[in-house]
């Protein structure tokens, strides 16, 4: 007899004989009857002993205890009135059993798998134990109908599925690079791919048009909820394309995934640009769920007898001052919250956080007698002040100040409980700056392979922008890509802007630049994170949750001890020697 899932049972089996096979999750003792939730893939079915039925399995169900591997055949029957149970798909039938055999027996469990307050380290060492568990296998389970969907619907479009290296050359692309050592070239290295950005470019210049892969990335960086060290993306690139054509399969691809899982979401997704949403939201990935967006009030005070706020207001060049209306928040937060609010900030540079509240009689707070009445009057008006809100300021350098005044626009909202939990909202993010610059160095913002809109009039290097393009779902960055560099010259003026010399660029990027020389189409594409798309579908809180393996924040992988020393054998034969421990 072949064994069914315990999914697929149904009323339709009613006086039907079946084989099922699973995990014990759960054992009950009712004084002669005993009754076994067996689960397989997450789901379970309930299964009843009965001495009167069959002494032998009643016996073996005595002894049987969780996480037992069992296979039991019987014949399902109603479970009778009231005895239902709605929370599970098998929960208007059970199996009485004829036939019980004990596959294998189980330690006690370390753990309770369907316990989220159990440790993360406990769960990691034992993660084949955690992914046992109902919640896990529905997450699996989606992200199999993610990436099914996502195949399916680029093949539709004619893209094909290509692999592409995992041991390939250094290319800096923002983070290190995991390195690995050739054994028959000694003292070189392979690395592995922080994207497969370059070989899909290659393959445009072959002429393929269309491609994609489900491509592990690899990339050594500082860990935090949303990365690993090792991820998945959905990786897209095409040929004669313009932005617009890019944005328009991507869009038809994060659709149909969404259809797939029966998730309802606005298909029309709007756009805005870098410097729009710097100057709104304070993040060039602002979650739209919510409307709270910062006003430039620089004008209101360039001519003020406030000495302070006049210097930073003429310097438009380098400084901001931006207004974040809180509607409601004077009847919502404390005096305490508010001082609260100011200790918030300084933790990302802040030097100080203005505010004001509009009360019936005017506006109140430690800076109104810093400012004349007509300077007072203009800020409620252009920040559309109503009694009962307030307003915070946020002035100085302008990128300290878009980003804590865009970390406190998120704060409030959270405060304020105002973030609808079941909203998915998609954002294109377009029009980048080319490059910026860290530490005196100037770097790709992307990366160098993005084409610049104008490489020729510009007043100052940060001027330029790319033809590059972010998706944000919620606040998170889900992916993002760009329209390509397909001329050789345009790629050395780029290289060139960076201070990377001809001998470095060739070192470094030469089989691209000699592949640029020999008719590369235009092109294009994105890449999406499947990882935190899942992360997202299934709220989860870290994309930990979602990887099968994953690496803790030490990007160790507690489950079998990586990364773990190796003997010294090794070591020569790959030509290494260790530095001493200090």
């Avoid at 797939?260 to 709104?280: G, H, L, R, S, W």
């Avoid at 994309?543 to 054998?569: E, H, N, Y």
């Amino acid at each position: 007899m072949s064994r069914e899932y315990c999914e697929d049972i149904k009323s339709s089996h009613i006086g039907k004989r079946v084989q099922v096979a699973g995990w014990v999750n759960n054992r009950r003792d009712h004084g002669g009857l005993i009754f076994i939730d067996l689960r397989d893939k997450g789901e379970v079915v309930q299964l009843v002993c009965d001495p009167t039925d069959d002494e032998a399995s009643w016996k073996t169900a005595d002894t049987v205890r969780d996480e037992f591997v069992l296979v039991a055949t019987g014949v399902v029957r109603h479970r009778g009135e009231g005895l239902e149970n709605p929370k599970l798909k098998t929960g208007k039938i059970e199996i009485v059993v004829d036939s019980l055999v004990i596959e294998n027996r189980s330690k006690p469990m370390p753990f309770d798998i369907d316990d989220p307050k159990v440790n993360d380290e406990i769960k990691l060492k034992n993660r084949f134990l955690e992914l046992r568990s109902t919640k896990m296998a529905n997450i699996f389970k989606l992200r199999h109908k993610v990436t099914l969907t996502a195949r399916n619907t680029l093949d539709k479009l004619g893209f094909l599925d290509i692999d592409t290296p995992i041991l390939t050359k250094s290319t800096p692309e923002g983070a290190r690079d995991y390195l690995v050592p050739s054994r028959v070239h000694g003292g070189e290295f392979y690395a592995l791919p922080q994207s497969p950005q370059l070989f899909k470019q290659l393959l445009m210049v072959s002429g393929f048009d269309r491609y994609y892969q489900i491509a592990k990335c690899f990339r050594d960086e500082d860990l935090r909820a949303d990365r690993q060290p090792e991820f998945t993306q959905i990786d897209v690139e095409m040929s004669f394309c313009t932005q617009e054509d890019v944005l328009a399969v991507a869009q038809k691809l994060i659709i149909d995934i969404f259809d797939a899982v029966n998730i309802d979401i606005d298909k029309n997704f709007p756009q805005i640009t870098y410097k729009e949403a710097m100057e709104k939201y304070g993040s060039d990935k602002p979650d739209m769920r919510f409307d709270m967006t910062m006003v430039d009030v620089a004008d209101i005070f360039a001519n003020s007898s406030n000495e302070i706020f006049s210097s930073i207001a003429k310097d438009t060049k380098t400084n901001r001052i931006k207004a974040l209306r809180c509607p409601g928040g004077d009847n919502i937060f404390s005096k305490r919250q508010m001082k609260g609010f100011e200790q918030y900030v300084r933790k990302f540079g802040a030097s100080g956080l203005g505010y004001f509240q509009l009360k019936e009689d005017g506006l109140k707070g430690p800076l109104t007698k810093f400012f004349e009445q007509t300077e007072l009057d203009n800020i409620v008006k252009i920040t559309g002040l109503q009694v009962g809100d307030i307003v915070f300021f946020g002035a100085g350098n302008k990128k300290l100040v878009w980003d804590y005044m865009g970390r406190l626009r998120i704060h409030l909202s959270q405060l304020m409980d105002i973030i609808p939990a079941d909203a998915y909202k998609f954002l294109w993010v377009v029009d980048f700056p080319m490059f910026e610059t860290v530490d005196g160095k100037t770097k790709a913002l992307h990366h160098p392979f993005t084409m610049p809109k104008d490489l020729d009039n510009f007043d100052h290097i940060e001027d330029i922008q790319s033809i590059a393009y972010d998706i944000v779902l919620n606040g998170v960055e889900l992916g993002g890509g760009s329209i390509r560099i397909h001329k050789k010259h345009i790629q050395d003026k780029v290289f060139e802007l960076m201070n990377i010399d001809k001998d470095e660029a060739d070192d470094k990027f030469g089989f691209l630049l000699h592949a640029l020389e020999y008719g590369a189409p235009p092109h294009g594409g994105f890449a999406l994170g499947l990882d935190r798309l899942i992360m997202l579908l299934t709220n989860s809180s870290s994309i930990r949750d979602v990887i099968a393996f994953p690496k803790t924040q030490k990007a160790q992988c507690l489950l079998t001890s990586a990364p773990s020393p190796i003997g010294k054998g090794l070591l020569d034969d790959l030509s290494l020697r260790l530095k001493p421990k200090v």
